[in-house]
């Protein structure tokens, strides 16, 4: 009933989940833009285009 209720971070804590991490590239190109825009544009920009 924890997976269901608990928070995703206290998961994790526990062992019960695991994040998955972008890698370190593409972190960094999302910064990158993200750098060029501002206010609610930077929220788009932070989704993955396909």
Do not use: D, W
């Amino acid at each position: 009933s924890a997976k269901k209720f608990e928070p995703k971070y206290r998961l994790v804590r526990h062992g019960l989940m695991e994040i998955k991490k972008a890698s370190r590239k593409q972190r960094k190109e999302r910064k990158n833009r993200s750098k060029k825009l501002r206010g609610t544009k930077k929220a788009k920009a932070a989704v993955a285009k396909k």
